[in-house]
Nanobody, 123 residues
């Protein structure tokens, strides 16, 4: 599975950006897709995710400003980011979770990652 992210860039505080991430390859079995972000010296953190059925989950810091959506027909997940703040500056990564059977016959969850896309918010 390949995840191709796009849409990052430079924007002024208060502005908007829309990230897209298209999955290709052996995509059967993918359930939750999401967006994470990372800044230098910090761990990657969840921004938002969405199940194949449309259930969403957001980090508290982005609630009310960011909206995650998904087009299952296009195998694409989007992140609409509004009212951007300088502290949103980070490399954003898309993710796709899938279930598989391990050698013991139990289900586990694996995760694919896309390449990062830089989002920079100037003050």
């Amino acid at each position: 599975v390949q995840l191709q992210a796009s849409g990052g860039g430079l924007v002024q505080a208060g502005g908007s950006l829309r990230l897209s991430c298209e999955a290709s390859g052996s995509i059967r079995g993918i359930n939750t897709m999401g967006w994470y972000r990372q800044t230098p010296g910090k761990e990657r953190e969840l921004v938002a995710d969405i199940t194949s059925g449309g259930l969403t989950n957001y980090a508290d810091s982005v609630k009310g400003r960011f909206t995650i959506s998904r087009d299952n027909a296009k195998n694409t997940v989007y992140l609409q980011m509004n009212i951007l703040k300088p502290e949103d500056t980070a490399v954003f990564y898309c993710s796709a979770d899938y279930r598989f059977l391990n050698s013991g016959g139990a289900f586990e969850v694996g995760r694919y990652w896309g390449q990062g896309t830089q989002v920079t918010v100037s003050s």
